[in-house]
DNA sequence: GGATTATGTCAGTACTGTTGACGTAATTTC
DNA sequence: GAAATTACGTCAACAGTACTGACATAATCC
């Protein structure tokens, strides 16, 4: 495994650059801001011997009380036998309860408890204080090019999910006030 | 673990929404977007049987040639352990190659082959065009608040890392051209 | 020459994700 | 009403990435 072709293993000493038409000042940003957003909440979630796994799953069933287990699979990407355990644990500690659906009874409705949305606010509050102090010179124009950037970073056949606020409360994201 | 103290478990029907002052638009954005962009290089990853912890070796290194270990650990936020059998891997598949350091030869400097850089191209083309189409309709100065909100949102005193782009090439975040 | 530093490595563990298979209850379909 | 499908739960095995703790080696610093 030491000594094959020499060529092969020749050192390239000049930094890759931005020369291919490769964006990679924005990459590597991205990169940077995603591990330090979510560095704050990391903290909070190991005293409750929880992962960022839970995090999820306690963020969306707050945003989208009542969704179903399908529904929470197609949003985070992720497999029923990944859920389970996460999602078993959350029930267990009584941040979130399950309700039986109501037209369909196989379904399984999923609620926050007061103890789930205590925990889920305070998981989203260092994040919120990070966003706001990254905002802070910005005048809404700004801050509408973020949100466009961000959005139109999301795969178009899935920006439905972004949309998807109840209408009990919001009324915001819906244009149906 | 069934039948506790039922009022403790009575679900919460409302949506959280931005009431308590909490940027829950922009968070979900970001996970949304974060989610997107990470599975574009996922899928060429996978055919190499690499992960996404040799995504991050394999940038950085093309990035900064000539890093060594300990500035590579710093900028991942990982441990020496947890490095050490990515790095093993691309070396022994010829994407990297060490350099006994030229003042201090007890440090490792880490240099992508061509090989490495191929492969590192390769995985930021997608990226890159995802960021590209996003930005389509966009002015500088659009592209300009993007990336400051990024660069904000990374902890103060680590953000001296995104600046750490080699003087050889580049010469744009630099100031010195 | 002794302490510190940079790196490598071994052992054990945790979290999050995967695939495959099987079971049960409810709904839909014919 | 029987058969197929759907929604969910669960068991087992495994992979990738991270962690802590401990120890070894070589080079540098003092």
Redesign the interface.
Known sequence: ?TD?SPA??????????????????????????????T?DPDQILADYGFGRAHH?VL?FV?????LTVAELLDVL?ITKQSLARVLKQLI?T?HI?Q?QGPRDRRQREL???????AL??AL??P??R???????D?GAA?RA???R???????PE?RA??NI??A???G??NGDH
């Open positions: 495994m094959q092969a293993r020749k050192p390239i000493r000049t930094a890759i650059t931005d020369e291919d038409g490769i964006d990679f000042a924005i990459i590597e940003l991205f990169f940077f801001a995603y591990r330090d957003f560095s999820r963020h707050n945003r989208r009380p009542g990407k267990d009584d309860v309700l609620y926050p408890t007061a103890k789930g949305r889920a606010l989203a509050r994040q919120s990070r966003i706001r102090a990254a905002l802070e910005s700004e090019s973020i949100e950037f961000l959005e139109a970073m999301v795969d899935l999910q972004i606020v109840p009990q409360t919001s915001k994201r």
